[in-house]
């Protein structure tokens, strides 16, 4: 066995995660926020490592 | 060999390359089209990270572990140079546009400093830290393959106990801003740096170019990522959300846990994956190495090691305490160590200084749990 295998199954594994959550959690991008958060005039909003949740 | 036979060879590494260039805009452009331009944007700088920390050999746990064992700096010199690079332009950026743009700033604390210390350990056992895991799982490792999935759901245990964790106690956010905490974060800089260089061993003082530029590519992608998203390049959040996204999939109830519950974090569990920034630039790192991995040749034809079975163990066990401890230690070797640093938290000095000091019992451990031939 070749690291193809491992490699294959590493990015098939990304595309299933990918497909089963836009079937339960579709996204809209009529609610996107602007592209770039620096000048939006918008609060940071996401998820980090480093913060108690919001 | 002759050039007929050479020939078909070359095409189709040629069709091969060019479905990996045709893969990756695709995926940007329909992530934009259909999700949002932050987040194809995102998209692409998690697939910039991918490129750049496989395609010039870039690491974290590598290179601690050569400073450590053969006392070779380049590679600590290079991730120096990285974070001051990040650091020269997101500390005023953060201090010029406060609300708008964050930076990784978290509480040191006990939980914090034991968390640093274990996950320092354990990224040496599997020789991947957060970032290095998904790089290393994209190019094909099976030791960070396996531990990949692990490292998710240790994620989501840490997130899901945190705020237990935080109570036992933590001084307040500490940070470095303005002109005056550029300065002071530029200085610990070359003060490690100094440290680094006078450790090191003879002849090994010099940085190679492609870890050089290396440094300089990551510390665009991570200015781009503050800029887009408005906070700094992490990776440890988005697997946990995407556990945690499992684990109601499955029946699971998150009502008990102060984490999951809190608004922020049911809107994320809710939502599209695709609208995380941690997830995309986690799937950008994955597929960003699996691009570079497929365009080099010969590099997914390489056999796959054997381990005993208490090394594979030893990886499940290693996936989870790099998952659970990181989310103590508010974060991993890039959303505390480099992009706190970077944006000049305490807590990033103090993550440095626990993990490597785990580093030392991981370098020890990783032979005696059948991770490499013992010496």
Redesign the interface.
């Known amino acids: 066995m070749t690291r193809r295998l491992t490699a294959g199954i590493a990015i098939a594994a990304l595309a299933v995660l990918v497909g089963l959550d836009l079937a339960a959690s579709p996204p809209n991008p009529w609610q996107a926020p602007p592209a770039f958060a620096l000048g939006s005039g918008q609060a940071a909003s996401g998820g980090f490592c480093g913060a108690l949740p919001g | 060999m002759t050039a007929a036979t050479l020939a078909p060879a070359g095409g189709a590494r040629i069709g091969t390359r060019g479905l990996l260039v045709a893969a990756g805009l695709a995926a940007v452009a329909a992530v934009t089209?259909?999700?949002?331009?932050?987040?194809g944007?995102l998209l692409a700088v998690g697939l910039g990270f991918g490129i750049v920390l496989e395609g010039l050999r870039f690491g974290f746990a590598g290179p601690w572990r050569a400073m450590i064992l053969r006392r070779e700096p380049a590679g600590m010199l290079a991730q120096i140079l990285a974070i001051a690079l990040v650091a020269i332009v997101s500390i005023p950026?953060i201090s010029s546009?406060p609300?708008?743009?964050?930076?990784?700033?978290?509480p040191i604390g006990w939980a914090m400093l034991g968390g640093a210390f274990v996950f320092g350990a354990a990224m040496q056992v599997v020789l991947g830290c957060g970032s290095g895991t998904l790089v290393n799982?994209?190019?094909?490792?099976?030791v960070s393959?396996l531990a990949?999935p692990f490292f998710a759901i240790g994620s989501f245990a840490g997130a899901y106990h945190?705020?237990w964790w935080?109570d036992l106690g933590a001084l307040p956010i500490l940070t470095l801003t303005g002109g005056a905490g550029l300065a002071v974060t530029l200085a610990g800089l070359a003060g490690l740096a100094g440290i680094v260089l006078w450790r090191a061993a003879p002849g090994t003082r010099a940085v190679p170019r492609r870890l050089l530029l290396a440094a300089v590519l990551l510390a665009a992608l991570a200015v781009a990522n503050?800029?887009?998203?408005?906070?700094?390049w992490?990776?440890?959040?988005?697997l946990?959300?995407?556990a945690a996204?499992g684990f109601v999939?499955l029946g699971g109830d998150l009502s008990g846990s102060a984490?999951?519950t809190?608004?922020?974090?049911v809107a994320?569990v809710?939502?599209?994956?695709?609208?995380?920034?941690?997830s995309l630039t986690d799937?950008g790192l994955?597929?960003g190495a699996?691009g570079v991995?497929?365009w080099r040749r010969g590099?997914?034809?390489?056999?796959?090691p054997r381990y005993p079975a208490r090394a594979w163990i030893a990886t499940v066990v290693a996936g989870l305490a790099l998952g659970y401890s990181?989310?103590l230690a508010?974060?991993?070797n890039v959303?505390?160590f480099f992009?706190?640093i970077a944006t000049g938290?305490l807590?990033g000095w103090a993550w440095f200084v626990m993990a490597f000091a785990g580093a030392y019992l991981g370098i020890w451990l990783r032979p005696r749990l059948g991770l490499e031939a013992r010496t």
Request: proline share 5%; with cysteine; hydrophobic share 50%.
């Open positions: 089209l259909f999700v949002g331009a932050r987040f944007m950026l546009h609300g708008e743009i964050g930076g990784a700033q978290a799982a994209g190019s094909g490792n099976p393959l990949l945190l705020i935080t503050l800029a887009i998203a408005g906070q700094p992490g990776v440890v959040y988005g946990g959300i995407w996204k999939a984490f999951f809190a608004p922020g974090s994320r809710n939502g599209s994956i695709l609208t995380d920034y941690s799937i994955i597929a699996f991995a497929a590099a997914l034809a390489a056999p796959l990181s989310r508010f974060g991993c959303g505390a992009s706190g938290s807590h």
